[in-house]
């Protein structure tokens, strides 16, 4: 059996992450959840650099990339994502309080998966990262061998 792919959190908020890891604990999945605090160490993990060096191979499942962060945006983030070869075939959802249409446009222009608005509710916050945590770890099926579905930009 293959080995389950991690979700990776990209979130500098210690209450977003600390809800986000408790919904998604929630789902009982078996994928880990690698946690990063900015844009620097979330391409670190990716590429893995710098104190990610030693991580097993693979990409994750799933990216939910905060869009505010410290020392690399995210929409910067989603960028090199999508422009990297080894890496544009990863989904990425932008998970965000923005509401900003310009938030919204330039994440898609760059190749985002899905953008989803953090709601303020405790309640609605805690099912939406469920329902993303089911969708992208369990229901979502990725392209065989990890060939992007669209081929190349």
Request: proline fraction near 8%; include cysteine.
């Amino acid at each position: 059996m293959a080995e389950l792919k991690p979700i990776l959190l990209v979130e500098d908020n210690p209450k977003d992450i600390e809800l986000t890891l408790a919904a998604l604990d929630q789902c009982q999945l078996a994928n880990t959840v690698v946690v990063t605090r900015d844009g620097a160490e979330a391409l670190d993990y990716l590429h893995a650099r710098g104190a990610h060096a030693g991580r097993n191979s693979g990409d994750p499942v799933v990216v939910l990339l905060d869009l505010k962060l410290p020392k690399i945006d995210g929409l910067e983030v989603l960028e090199r994502i999508k422009s990297d070869p080894t890496l544009r075939h990863t989904p990425v959802v932008m998970l965000t309080s923005s509401r900003e249409e310009r938030d919204l446009v330039g994440s898609y222009r760059l190749g985002v998966n899905a953008f989803v608005v953090k709601p303020v509710a405790f309640s609605q916050f805690f099912e939406a990262i469920r329902d993303l945590g089911m969708f992208w770890a369990v229901l979502n099926e990725p392209p065989p061998g990890g060939a992007s579905p669209v081929g190349p930009p």
